[in-house]
């Protein structure tokens, strides 16, 4: 399959099944994450895999959006590690970071057959306190992960697409 098979492939699964992900997949989607580049190399990365009954349970009290999943993981980031940008204060790298690290892990899940989904609409704050975490990690997304629920299809949003021209302009 070509990246760009997979990536058309690829949606976002909110039905898992109960069959649970084998460990030597679940490697090879952190390794996924490991791998994915960051500002400076800098690695800021902070990445909770979500898979005890009660850590699942909390996830499943800061989101509706676990879906049935048994696994999940929580990506964060230190703003401490992040790279900060000299030209412009404040700006940091740290969600751009998680953000690509969390695709990478995505589509190398999808690859080895497991759905996942994207989820922002958490408690932020929220989840530093239950997982203790701390004021430095923070959290970017949560992903569930999981083989597909039997039925489990695309969104009907998910092949709507604006017009490439609308998207990118040459300058």
Not at 66 to 86: D, F, M, Q, R
Not at 98 to 114: D, P, Q
Request: with cysteine; aromatic share 8%; proline share 5%.
């Amino acid at each position: 399959m070509t990246f760009m098979e997979l990536a058309k492939e690829r949606y976002s699964v909110r039905s898992f099944s109960d069959r649970k992900i084998e460990d030597e997949k679940l490697e090879l989607i952190k390794e996924a994450g490991l791998i994915a580049p960051t500002a400076k190399n800098n690695q800021p990365l902070r990445i909770f895999v979500m898979k005890s009954d009660e850590a699942m349970e909390k996830m499943n009290e800061l989101t509706r959006c676990i879906y049935g999943a048994k696994t999940a993981l929580l990506v964060c980031y230190s703003e401490e590690e992040s790279w900060h940008n000299p030209e412009t204060p404040g700006y940091m790298s740290g969600e751009m970071d998680a953000s690509i690290a969390l695709t990478h892990m995505m589509l190398e899940a999808w690859e080895l057959g497991i759905g996942s989904c994207w989820v922002g609409v958490f408690d932020h704050y929220k989840a530093q306190e239950v997982f203790g975490l701390g004021k430095d990690i923070v959290p970017v997304a949560i992903m569930p992960l999981g083989y597909a629920a039997e039925g489990s299809a695309p969104s009907p949003r998910h092949a709507g697409k604006r017009p490439m021209e609308e998207i990118f302009k040459e300058l």
